[in-house]
Nanobody
Framework: QVDLVESGGGLVPPGGSLNLSCTAS????????MGWFRRAPGKQRELVAT???????ESADSVKGRFTISSDFSKDRVYLRMNKLTPEDSAVYYC??????????????????WGQGTQVTVSS
């Protein structure tokens, strides 16, 4: 069981910046990837950015050059620095953590965990 708690959302004017952070707790030893997804009203949840324990980053084209993901896996934390925000970035942002673990019998399991979400609103 992994719990994820986000912080840092809020209201910001267009062109502004926000920092999001997320801390995982519980059985975190098997987490190998953390990141952020978002869901805007009337749209499906979409990838923002993820980062692996080895430092590999994947991010949406729409945020490249504006958003920066970073992490501290020793503290089970992931961060998202968002610059040059536009109204199209308004959404609920969800923290994400992926686990891979092996049972005593040798079977490999993978699991996705989600935070409750934090609202980001970009508006003047």
């Amino acid at each position: 069981q992994v719990d994820l708690v986000e912080s840092g959302g809020g209201l910001v004017p267009p062109g502004g910046s926000l920092n999001l952070s997320c801390t995982a707790s519980g059985d975190t030893l098997s987490i190998n990837t953390m990141g952020w997804f978002r869901r805007a009203p009337g749209k499906q949840r979409e990838l923002v950015a993820t980062i692996t324990e080895g430092g590999h980053i994947e991010s949406a084209d729409s945020v490249k050059g504006r958003f920066t993901i970073s992490s501290d896996f020793s503290k089970d934390r992931v961060y998202l620095r968002m610059n040059k925000l536009t109204p199209e970035d308004s959404a609920v942002y969800y923290c994400y953590a992926h686990e891979t673990y092996q049972s005593p019998g040798g079977a490999v399991y993978e699991d996705d965990n989600w935070g409750q979400g934090t609202q980001v609103t970009v508006s003047s």
